[in-house]
């Protein structure tokens, strides 16, 4: 069975920082066909696409309201991707989701709802 399983989440004050984890299992053919990433759900706001790594050659791209704050990394050894968030602002204050698609970062977003796979969530709340 494929799965993604997040964790890292937690109360934070602003200007701090959280590494969320996503742990991928059960993939029968591995990752590198597939582009793996973070969407976040804040309350009463649309969900919003945070980063996205493209497993096979590691390109990345990032929200323009987390650049140069957040960064996402892989560890190819553990299957595991990393959203580290560093200068956290109230405004990151969600539900983070790991989520994977077959394919490429560019086609994340529109994929996703379509054939993609989904986490259960970590809470990351930042307080002021």
């Known amino acids: 069975e494929m799965r993604l399983v997040e964790s890292g989440g937690g109360l934070v004050q602003a200007g701090g920082a959280l590494r969320l984890s996503c742990v991928a299992s059960g993939f029968p053919r591995g990752l590198d066909d597939y582009a793996i990433g973070w969407f976040r759900q804040a309350p009463g706001k649309e969900r919003e696409e945070v980063s996205c790594?493209?497993?096979?050659?590691?390109?990345?791209d990032y929200a323009d309201s987390v650049k140069g704050r957040f960064t996402i990394s892989k560890d190819a050894s553990e299957n595991t991707v990393y959203l580290q968030t560093n200068n956290l602002r109230p405004e990151d204050t969600a539900v983070y989701f790991c989520a994977s698609v077959y394919g490429d970062c560019a086609d994340f977003n529109k994929s996703i709802d379509e054939d993609g796979m989904w986490g259960q969530g970590t809470r990351v709340t930042v307080s002021s």
């Open positions: 790594l493209n497993w096979r050659d590691r390109t990345t």
